[in-house]
Nanobody, 115 residues
């Protein structure tokens, strides 16, 4: 229902862009964003964007990552700059619909930051 793309291997200091699109099965979304899960760690919020365009980021990525999206089109992207080895994780696209309240998750895309 959520299809993510754009992961890969990048050197420290490099950039990657992740994209995600929701299928037609998902009628509407009110919030979209990204979570990530590193090996041996819990899944954590990276950032979200609301239908009104408000964004919220994890402290660890502020100033380096930028979320953009169009909830009407059900798409969201994550521009990741100045990547660090600690950004290595599986990144999951996320969407929330308020009527009824439903969480949607993408299949995950691997991001590896290594020299």
């Amino acid at each position: 229902q959520l299809q993510a793309s754009g992961g890969g291997l990048v050197q420290p200091g490099g950039s990657l862009r992740l994209s995600c699109a929701a299928s037609g099965i998902i009628f509407s979304v009110n919030v979209m964003g990204w979570y990530r899960q590193a090996p041996g760690k819990q899944r954590e919020l990276v950032g979200i964007i609301t239908g009104g365009g408000s964004t919220n980021y994890a402290y660890s990525v502020k100033g380096r990552f930028t979320i953009s999206g169009d909830n009407a089109k059900k798409t969201v992207s994550l521009q990741m700059n100045s990547l660090k080895p600690e950004d290595t994780a599986v990144y999951y696209c996320y969407a929330w619909s308020k009527g009824p309240s439903t969480d949607y998750w993408g299949q995950g895309t691997q991001v590896t930051v290594s020299s």
